[in-house]
């Protein structure tokens, strides 16, 4: 059983610089306040603030590359959690219609999380030019007294080996967000587009648009938030990549059952998988 406490100081000395950070640089920095992509549920609008235990809306903030501080086009899903609890939320569909439509006309598609006014940093979730996916999104919400103060992202970088994981955070003028400015994970594990194409035909929804949320802090009344005790990276990364392999194994064996339809690219694509599972390298 993990301590209740193991993790939380290490979190709290992420999340504090993030914080100090917000309140002087504002959308530029990527930790705000800026209202306009606040997230409130307008229909309990009372029912703003952190109780542990009941509802809290988030939301998901989807758009192009670039600068997030001029007039674009973007999409909000909004969703309601129970404060406290480890959660996930996943897009049906955002895999296909991103990579296969890019309904932003854009190089790349960045996503943030957002609770009441505070934001995290842009994520990358489909680079073009790369032909990569980036789909573990765990977003930590920092609350103190009911009132969240800031949103960070959990390491990414447990899901896979070393050299898959790459620089994938930005701040929202469009600029590389680095480690040592955020003092937060900045990296993240990728998927090829072949390889998701591939995954998602063998049934496995691994790399549509899924957010996963965490809490810490302290909720309305004080209420200790305990729930980024279960957040991915405070577990070994070898348990946490053997769960990966698992789902890609499950996806391989179902695409196997239909294999010898696939030709073409689509060969090569369903090879570069299979090294994907078995953890080699051409």
Same mark, same amino acid.
């Given at each position: 059983?993990?301590?209740?406490?193991?993790?939380?100081?290490?979190?709290? +000395?992420?999340?504090?610089?993030?914080?100090? &950070?917000?309140?002087? =640089?504002?959308?530029?920095?990527?930790?705000?306040?800026?209202? +306009?992509? #606040?997230?409130?549920?307008?229909?309990?609008?009372?029912?703003? &603030?952190?109780?542990?235990?009941? =509802?809290?809306?988030?939301?998901?903030?989807?758009?192009? +590359?670039?600068?997030?501080?001029?007039?674009?086009?973007?999409?909000?899903?909004?969703?309601?959690?129970?404060?406290?609890?480890?959660?996930?939320?996943?897009?049906?569909?955002?895999?296909?219609?991103?990579?296969?439509?890019?309904?932003?006309?854009?190089?790349?598609?960045?996503?943030?999380? #957002?609770?009441?006014?505070?934001?995290?940093?842009?994520?990358?979730?489909?680079?073009?030019?790369?032909?990569?996916?980036?789909?573990?999104?765990?977003?930590?919400?920092?609350?103190?007294?009911?009132?969240?103060?800031?949103?960070?992202?959990?390491? %990414?970088?447990?899901?896979?080996?070393?050299?898959?994981?790459?620089?994938?955070?930005?701040?929202?003028?469009? +600029?590389?967000?680095? =480690?040592?400015?955020? =003092?937060?994970?900045?990296?993240?594990?990728?998927?090829?587009?072949?390889?998701?194409?591939?995954?998602?035909?063998?049934?496995?929804?691994?790399?549509?648009?899924?957010?996963?949320?965490?809490?810490?802090?302290?909720?309305?009344?004080?209420?200790?938030?305990?729930?980024?005790?279960?957040?991915? #990276?405070?577990?070994?990364?070898?348990?946490?990549?053997?769960?990966?392999?698992?789902?890609?194994?499950? %996806?391989?064996?179902?695409?196997?059952?239909?294999?010898?339809?696939?030709?073409?690219?689509?060969?090569?694509?369903?090879?570069?998988?299979?090294?994907?599972?078995?953890?080699?390298?051409?």
């Amino acid at each position: 059983m993990i301590c209740p406490f193991l993790y939380l100081l290490p979190l709290l +000395s992420i999340l504090t610089p993030l914080l100090a &950070q917000s309140t002087s =640089n504002s959308s530029s920095s990527g930790s705000t306040t800026t209202s +306009s992509y #606040s997230c409130v549920d307008p229909r309990q609008p009372y029912a703003a &603030q952190v109780n542990r235990g009941q =509802n809290t809306t988030v939301c998901l903030y989807v758009g192009p +590359s670039g600068s997030w501080n001029a007039d674009i086009t973007y999409k909000r899903f909004s969703v309601n959690v129970v404060a406290d609890e480890f959660s996930s939320y996943r897009i049906p569909g955002s895999f296909e219609e991103i990579v296969q439509t890019n309904p932003f006309s854009s190089e790349a598609t960045h996503v943030f999380a #957002s609770s009441q006014s505070a934001l995290s940093f842009l994520r990358r979730y489909y680079d073009i030019t790369s032909q990569r996916l980036y789909p573990y999104l765990t977003a930590i919400i920092d609350v103190r007294d009911g009132v969240v103060k800031g949103i960070a992202w959990d390491d %990414a970088c447990i899901f896979c080996e070393h050299s898959r994981c790459l620089a994938n955070t930005y701040n929202f003028d469009g +600029s590389v967000a680095t =480690n040592e400015q955020i =003092n937060q994970p900045t990296n993240g594990c990728f998927f090829t587009r072949d390889e998701c194409v591939q995954l998602h035909a063998g049934g496995s929804d691994v790399c549509d648009l899924r957010l996963y949320i965490v809490w810490t802090g302290t909720a309305v009344g004080g209420k200790v938030l305990l729930s980024s005790d279960s957040r991915f #990276s405070a577990f070994p990364p070898n348990r946490i990549q053997e769960n990966v392999k698992t789902g890609v194994d499950s %996806a391989l064996g179902s695409l196997n059952k239909v294999k010898d339809t696939v030709t073409g690219t689509m060969e090569g694509a369903f090879e570069a998988v299979t090294d994907l599972a078995s953890g080699t390298r051409r």
